[in-house]
């Protein structure tokens, strides 16, 4: 079955190491090749997944982050009624206070669902532990249902046809291994394996992770911080090394920051 134009979107809240300057490469190389199957095992918010132009046969997204995956299925299965949720919320640090400290483990999951997506919003850097209240002197609200909605509208109808799971990465890549699936995986930088929570990713798992994916069928693809550990770990493999561009600062007294980073596969991309 070949592959289907799909209308990129943008993600609907900020993720911490979305992608986003390495996205437009990184899309190109996933969208010239040909798959049947596409499949990320740590999809965040979606900062590839969302910004891809080709759609194969199938589509399946992951991510072990409880709230994540919540986040996805409400927007999928229930998107009218969480809109509705939404609806009368605005941006407060009150309001944002009160969230970082409720257990989403209380919460139905459309509330689970909306506190995620509003402190996904206002939170500094799109951090996932450690909030604080984000503060933009040069840009409206953070959080206004009038200018989201369009996004929200975008991004379930683009969820459509797509699985969503809430598997350990692993699992997930065992399930879905066969000839013809594109697996890309965006985990958590090397030295920063707690930044996404605790218990969900531990440095020893990169050298497991290259185990696996060494015994592949598949292809895949993965972006990681250039470190001469993660060089060493994933030798095996195609190496590609790339500069990117991060902001730091206010819009007025931004600073460009370079680094390093690496594509990783196994195919000469």
């Given at each position: 079955m070949p592959q289907l134009d799909v209308h990129p979107i943008r993600p609907i809240a900020p993720y911490?190491?979305?992608?986003r300057?390495?996205?437009?490469?990184?899309?190109?190389?996933?969208?010239?090749?040909?798959?049947?199957t596409y499949a990320e095992p740590f999809v965040g918010m979606g900062g590839i997944f969302l910004r891809r132009t080709r759609r194969p046969r199938?589509?399946?997204?992951?991510?072990?982050?409880?709230?994540?995956?919540?986040?996805?299925r409400m927007l999928q299965e229930h998107y009218v009624a969480f809109l509705d949720l939404l609806r009368f919320q605005i941006?407060?640090?009150?309001?944002?206070?009160?969230?970082?400290?409720?257990?989403?483990?209380?919460?139905?999951?459309?509330?689970?669902?909306?506190?995620?997506?509003?402190?996904?919003?206002?939170?500094?850097?799109?951090k996932i532990s450690g909030r604080n209240f984000g503060v933009a002197t040069e840009r409206p609200a953070r959080f206004n249902l009038t200018t989201l909605e369009p996004d929200l509208e975008a991004l379930h109808t683009r969820l459509s046809g797509v699985t969503v799971m809430n598997l350990d990465y692993?699992?997930?890549?065992?399930?879905?291994?066969?000839?013809?699936?594109?697996?890309?995986?965006?985990?958590?930088?090397?030295?920063?394996?707690?930044?996404?929570?605790?218990g969900l990713f531990t440095r020893a798992r990169f050298e497991d992770m290259a185990e696996q994916l060494g015994?592949?069928?598949?292809?895949?693809?993965?972006?990681?911080?250039?470190?001469?550990?993660?060089?060493?770990i994933?030798?095996?493999?195609?190496?590609?090394?790339?500069?990117?561009?991060?902001?730091?600062?206010?819009?007025?007294?931004?600073?460009?920051?370079s680094r390093g980073e690496l594509i990783i596969s196994n195919w000469p991309v």
């Open positions: 911490l190491g979305g992608k300057n390495l996205a437009k490469r990184l899309c190109a190389i996933i969208d010239r090749d040909t798959h049947d199938a589509e399946f997204i992951n991510d072990r982050h409880r709230e994540v995956y919540t986040l996805f941006t407060t640090q009150a309001n944002f206070d009160r969230l970082v400290a409720v257990a989403p483990e209380t919460l139905t999951d459309l509330q689970r669902a909306a506190r995620f997506l509003y402190l996904q919003r206002l939170a500094f850097g799109g692993a699992a997930f890549i065992d399930r879905l291994d066969r000839p013809g699936t594109l697996f890309y995986l965006d985990p958590p930088y090397y030295g920063n394996e707690g930044d996404y929570g605790p015994r592949l069928k598949g292809r895949f693809l993965l972006s990681l911080n250039d470190h001469p550990d993660v060089r060493q994933f030798a095996r493999f195609h190496l590609t090394e790339v500069r990117t561009t991060y902001s730091v600062g206010s819009k007025k007294t931004v600073e460009e920051a």
